[in-house]
């Protein structure tokens, strides 16, 4: 039974940074493709960022060079780094994972089986 449960949101100002994190259970992390979405109110979710199984990230044109993505294995962590926090990244974030691909892209994410119940990121 798969369960991905994310933590580490919350409300910032714009410039700000925060690191999400998602704990895996009954899943390998960096066994397969895993990845961050998400949604804001009144909007369609959008996929962030995604790493393949070998490490090889894949980010949205909108948070390129702001957020970063890793994995840690003992720990069975995947995590968002974001930096350079601007309002347009307020929104509910989801952390995904699918136990049947090990390459995906970043665009891909929304449609992973699993996913976790969201942590919430304000910027103002």
């Known amino acids: 039974h798969v369960q991905l449960v994310e933590s580490g949101g919350g409300s910032v100002q714009a410039g700000g940074s925060l690191r999400l994190s998602c704990a895996a259970s009954?899943?390998?992390?960096?066994?397969?493709?895993m990845g961050w979405f998400r949604q804001a109110p009144g909007k369609e979710r959008e996929g962030v960022a995604s790493i393949d199984s070998d490490g090889t990230p894949s980010y949205a044109r909108s948070v390129k060079g702001r957020f970063t993505i890793s994995t840690d294995k003992f720990k069975n962590i995947l995590y968002l780094q974001m930096n350079c926090l601007i309002p347009e990244d307020t929104g509910m974030y989801y952390c995904?994972?699918?136990?049947?691909?090990?390459?995906?892209?970043?665009?891909?994410?929304?449609?992973?089986?699993?996913r976790g119940q969201g942590t919430q990121v304000t910027v103002s």
């Open positions: 009954g899943y390998r992390v960096s066994s397969t493709a």
């Open positions: 995904a994972a699918d136990p049947r691909i090990e390459f995906s892209d970043y665009e891909e994410i929304t449609d992973f089986g699993y």
